[in-house]
């Protein structure tokens, strides 16, 4: 359930549904495996698996929700045997060889054939709405899921008035005038790896790992041209990450003072661990957000209007 990435979403409005209503709007909307001729499904989970009876877990003041996709998966090249073998038929028993049009017709009947034989691959996308901070937040690297959920939720809840949450500094600036100096923002420590793209050519990527960044080769690089795109940092709170351009968090590590936290709470059941888990993660989170934040110069609340700074 520990959160591995981070994308961050700002409410424009206050967020005033209680759990329970959430979960009665989930509810009309639940996953249902693929059918036969179904390419793919989409719906709410419950946030526990067999452990829960509700479509949210709500602790600490948040909401966890949980999408679930399930995809048929059936691979081009299987479809492309099967035509081929079409087409060489119609050659020997017609003479002739079938159009573009007629073999596109005969793709989408092969494919539609074989949807019900396809092999099913399932994922889970989880995430929180944190209404007394004004956010969403998405366990997911990829901005695509993300959409993807925020998409289904707002249909499901009827609106969903999000926008991504943006920094007063260019991120890329920000890191890279962070390797200038040989030194992270306080509360941070530089951590042994980032990405440096060419400012003429943003093709080019450098990719350093277990490096020291304040190093005169890393340097070197900045002085011709390029920029930092991602950058791994080590926050004070006992978190290590990764931060992108588009302050996108991932691949994030929980130290010892938070595991601690966790190990000195007793549970006796995968339920209440759940619940332990997802409290002492939020109110991590709920700290070391507005800490990444800060360090890019703080939120940039300009296009988010009067509303966003009293809910914020």
């Not at 929700?65 to 017609?94: F, G, H, T, Y």
Request: hydrophobic letters at 40%; charged letters at 25%.
């Amino acid at each position: 359930m520990w959160f591995k990435n981070l994308l961050i979403y700002r409410f424009t409005k206050p967020f005033t549904l209680t759990a329970e209503e959430v979960n009665e709007k989930l509810a009309e909307k639940s996953f249902t495996p693929c059918n036969s001729q179904d390419v793919s499904s989409y719906g709410w989970t419950m946030p526990l698996g067999n452990q829960g009876s509700e479509y949210i877990h709500a602790g600490n003041g948040c909401i966890m929700i949980c999408a679930q996709k399930q995809d048929k998966i059936l691979p081009a090249s299987v479809v492309n045997e099967v035509l081929a073998d079409k087409i060489e038929e119609i050659k020997l028993a017609e003479d002739r060889v079938p159009g573009r049009k007629e073999r596109t017709e005969l793709k989408d009947e092969i494919t539609f054939s074989l949807i019900p034989r396809a092999f099913t691959r399932s994922n889970r996308v989880f995430a929180y709405i944190a209404p007394e901070q004004g956010l969403l937040i998405v366990n997911a690297a990829s901005h695509n899921k993300a959409e993807e959920l925020l998409n289904f939720l707002r249909e499901s809840l009827g609106s969903l008035p999000v926008i991504p949450v943006k920094a007063k500094n260019v991120a890329q600036h920000q890191m890279t005038e962070w390797l200038i100096q040989g030194a992270a923002p306080a509360g941070f420590e530089l951590g042994g790896e980032c990405e440096l793209k060419d400012k003429a050519d943003e093709s080019s990527v450098i990719r350093c790992k277990n490096q020291n960044l304040c190093a005169a080769e890393i340097g070197s690089h900045i002085q011709a041209g390029m920029f930092v795109n991602k950058l791994a940092l080590r926050w004070t709170g006992d978190i290590e990450f990764v931060v992108d351009d588009q302050l996108t968090i991932k691949r994030l590590n929980f130290g010892d003072l938070i595991q601690d936290k966790i190990g000195d709470v007793n549970t006796e059941s995968a339920a209440e661990q759940f619940d332990v888990d997802f409290a002492i993660m939020t109110a991590e989170f709920a700290k070391f957000i507005p800490a990444v934040l800060g360090a890019f110069g703080g939120e940039d609340l300009s296009e988010q209007g009067e509303v966003i700074s009293s809910a914020a």
